[in-house]
């Protein structure tokens, strides 16, 4: 079946310690999008990419990295700079990022801090 | 800056009722608008859209109206069942291009038997 899939489901990160949630979708879509969802609150976005090896920062970037080497994968990793990471984060991607079309989204990865 | 809000934060529908869902949004220059229903622990599901050009579209058991005179959307959807209880997001384009979109905070829609 076509989709998003992000993984893992949940993440447990330590003090200091980066960590990378990965994001594959198989819909052919040329946008890419990385948002985070706290509790009771809309989803604010961290990073998008229009095309492959490029990617633009959203409203929240700061303490967040992202590649887009490949059309299908969209990595994003928490750096210890992020002194919040506790949320829920969701991928999505879209046909195409120059007109208004509906962006589809995986199921998430919720990162905890130990 | 501006942002998407929603009147209400909780919705409680008997089943079988419609319910309506609004939304109130502050940014004029927004031509495009989407629905999703996100169930717990999942991410947001894709209900419906709309552009600037249309006040009304229909779906499955949904329909969005847009008010652009006072930046109002609203989503109904009739008969409601117990698998429509969720929390439903609106979101919007500025446009501009990006096809970047910014999120209401969300109404927790309870279906009561």
């Known amino acids: 079946d076509g989709g998003i899939t992000q993984s893992p489901k949940y993440l447990f990160r330590k003090e200091g310690q980066n960590v990378t949630l990965s994001c594959e979708q198989n819909?052919?879509?040329?946008?890419m999008y990385w948002y985070r969802q706290d509790p009771g609150q809309g989803l604010r976005l961290i990073y998008y990419?229009?095309?492959?090896?490029?990617?633009q920062k959203g409203d929240i970037a700061e303490g967040y990295s992202v590649s887009r080497e490949k059309k299908e994968s969209f990595p994003l990793t928490v750096t210890s700079a992020q002194k919040n990471p506790t949320a829920f984060y969701l991928c999505?991607?879209?046909?195409?990022?120059?007109?208004?079309?509906?962006?589809?989204f995986g199921d998430g990865t919720r990162l905890s801090i130990l | 800056g501006e942002s998407v809000g929603l009147h209400l934060p909780t919705l409680s529908v008997q089943e079988g009722d419609n319910s309506i869902i609004n939304c109130a949004y502050s940014?004029?220059?927004?031509?495009?608008f989407i629905w999703y229903k996100q169930e717990s622990g999942k991410g947001p599901q894709f209900i419906i859209d709309?552009?600037?050009?249309?006040d009304k579209r229909q779906g499955q058991r949904v329909t969005v109206l847009l008010n652009k005179t006072v930046k109002h959307l609203s989503l109904q959807i009739a008969a409601t069942q117990p698998g429509d209880s969720a929390v439903y997001f609106c979101?919007?384009?500025?446009?501009?291009?990006?096809?970047?979109?910014?999120f209401g905070t969300g109404t927790q829609l309870k279906v009561e038997l």
């Open positions: 990419s229009q095309i492959v090896n490029d990617f």
């Open positions: 819909l052919n879509h040329d946008a």
């Open positions: 940014n004029s220059a927004s031509d495009y």
């Open positions: 709309i552009r600037s050009n249309m």
């Open positions: 979101a919007e384009n500025i446009g501009g291009g990006g096809n970047k979109l910014t």
């Open positions: 999505a991607s879209s046909i195409q990022s120059y007109s208004n079309q509906p962006q589809h």
